[in-house]
């Protein structure tokens, strides 16, 4: 397996950005050749890439299931375009990353082998540019995603990190937030129109998670549209701990294979 710390300027967000990758190769468990299915995953508030790698083992995943994982920085920007900022996040993940790792490492390029997942506030993020940059991505994953709330203006829930400024700032005003890509309910509303190009859905929430029954209803959501979305759920919080263990079955969804 290698594990690799990458640096690159992103014109999208007008800074040095730093990935962090791991590959499947010299693999113990599984002959795998490249190009490698990628899966970008995307950080909750206040987290990083090398901190979420350092606690939820990625290298063991990477290398049980060969599938490369490339952790991206999300600086608490809800993985949303700011225009004014010039810190355009949301195209960072859904295609200048894509574009520069696959140029410098031995990626697949195919849509069917390219997945985007994160945790709490990198679900949601994993969710709406799983959506809006559904010709790159086959497959999302949601980790206990912040999806409790209905309208950015509205006061945060009390176990929400995020001040009320800060939410109008990534999302927007209701009048902006409502019908764009954003909105994560119209966005997969939308995208289930349209079966053959909705990304297959995996869906993971503690049941002690305060953010539960938000996912519960989205799952609920989804599949009155007869839209593919895995459910699943388990004793835990909103920790590590909890999405350590739902990596196992998320990287099965992924890959259709069982764990060795």
């Not at 960072?92 to 697949?108: A, D, F, I, M, N």
């Not at 969710?127 to 991505?137: C, P």
Request: charged letters at 20%; glycine letters at 8%.
């Amino acid at each position: 397996m290698a594990y690799l710390h990458m640096n690159f300027r992103s014109d999208c967000i007008s800074r040095s950005v730093y990935p962090v990758v791991f590959l499947p190769d010299l693999n113990l468990w599984r002959d795998v050749e490249p190009p490698y299915p990628t899966l970008y995953f995307l950080p909750g508030y206040s987290g990083g890439g090398l901190e979420t790698a350092m606690f939820s083992n990625f290298a063991l995943f990477a290398m049980r299931f060969g599938v490369a994982v490339v952790l991206a920085d999300g600086e608490n920007s809800f993985y949303t375009d700011d225009e004014q900022r010039g810190a355009l996040f949301s195209r960072y993940v859904g295609e200048e990353l894509v574009e520069v790792t696959r140029s410098v490492l031995p990626l697949s390029h195919r849509r069917e082998d390219t997945f985007i997942g994160g945790i709490s506030m990198g679900g949601y993020g994993a969710l709406i540019n799983g959506l809006r940059y559904k010709e790159n991505f086959s497959k999302i994953v949601m980790l206990s995603p912040a999806l409790g709330f209905k309208t950015p203006d509205e006061e945060p829930r009390p176990d929400c990190p995020s001040p009320k400024g800060e939410l109008i700032a990534t999302l927007g005003t209701w009048a902006e937030y409502a019908g764009s890509y954003r909105d994560y309910l119209r966005a997969a509303t939308e995208a289930a129109k349209t079966p053959d190009a909705v990304p297959d859905m995996f869906l993971a929430c503690g049941q002690a998670d305060t953010l539960i029954e938000p996912a519960r209803e989205f799952a609920a959501h989804m599949d009155a549209l007869h839209a593919p979305l895995t459910w699943y759920e388990a004793a835990g919080g909103h920790d590590h701990t909890f999405w350590k263990q739902a990596l196992n079955p998320a990287f099965r969804f992924l890959t259709g294979k069982e764990d060795a």
